[in-house]
T-cell receptor, first 114, second 112 residues
Framework: DTGVSQNPRHKITKRGQNVTFRCDPISEHNRLYWYRQTLGQGPEFLTYFQNEAQLEKSRLLSDRFSAERPKGSFSTLEIQRTEQGDSAMYLC????????????FGPGTRLTVL | AQTVTQSQPEMSVQEAETVTLSCTYDTSENNYYLFWYKQPPSRQMILVIRQEAYKQQNATENRFSVNFQKAAKSFSLKISDSQLGDTAMYFCAPGAGDKIIFGKGTRLHILP
């Protein structure tokens, strides 16, 4: 167990609905990363936070996606107007201050858009 | 930009054997790091081993070791005395700047 939790673990929604996922890293994690993983692929970087500041967003993160990390603790990822192509596992990972530092992954939230 | 290629989608070996997983990458960065992460079935991804690119000495962690060939941009993972618990997806991941990029992974099966 890495100490990083994600909720919910599974989410089934209908196309067009909004969904929100939550990630709780451990307190020492200044950085928080979000990834998307589809079947048979490695995780793809979406965005990351240094404390409460969102410092980089991937081109994969369309304007329907928004992420927040208020107070530099937990983070939320919201997808508006979901599409079937959004179906994937959404992973978050916590880490310290450098890309060299170990990332501690949560169990992921599996999203299915019908 | 960074790219990473894992040429072995799936491998199977007998328990106690040694197995090597291949990885090649490309990066324009001078200062970067290389990682192998493991994702067991239905479990969280965890770090297996890390290599700083400026270090010539290959990293080792117990039964896990790497063969880092910087000029060839190759970063293979060797698992010695493989165990059933090593069954997992293994991802090679170069990192530079502020993020790491994951390969597509190698699914490793350890057979009893």
């Amino acid at each position: 167990d890495t100490g990083v939790s994600q909720n919910p673990r599974h989410k089934i929604t209908k196309r067009g609905q909004n969904v929100t996922f939550r990630c709780d890293p451990i307190s020492e994690h200044n950085r928080l990363y979000w990834y998307r993983q589809t079947l048979g692929q490695g995780p793809e970087f979406l965005t990351y936070f240094q404390n409460e500041a969102q410092l980089e967003k991937s081109r994969l993160l369309s304007d329907r996606f928004s992420a927040e990390r208020p107070k530099g603790s937990f983070s939320t990822l919201e997808i508006q107007r979901t599409e079937q192509g959004d179906s994937a596992m959404y992973l978050c990972a916590g880490g310290r201050d450098r890309v060299a530092d170990t990332q501690y992954f949560g169990p992921g939230t599996r999203l299915t858009v019908l | 930009a960074q790219t990473v290629t894992q040429s072995q989608p799936e491998m199977s070996v007998q328990e106690a054997e040694t197995v090597t997983l291949s990885c090649t990458y490309d990066t324009s960065e001078n200062n970067y790091y290389l990682f192998w992460y493991k994702q067991p079935p239905s479990r969280q991804m965890i770090l297996v081993i890390r290599q700083e690119a400026y270090k010539q000495q290959n990293a080792t962690e117990n039964r896990f070791s790497v063969n880092f060939q910087k000029a060839a941009k190759s970063f293979s993972l060797k698992i010695s005395d493989s165990q059933l618990g090593d069954t997992a997806m293994y991802f090679c991941a170069p990192g530079a700047g502020d993020k790491i990029i994951f390969g597509k992974g190698t699914r490793l099966h350890i057979l009893p």
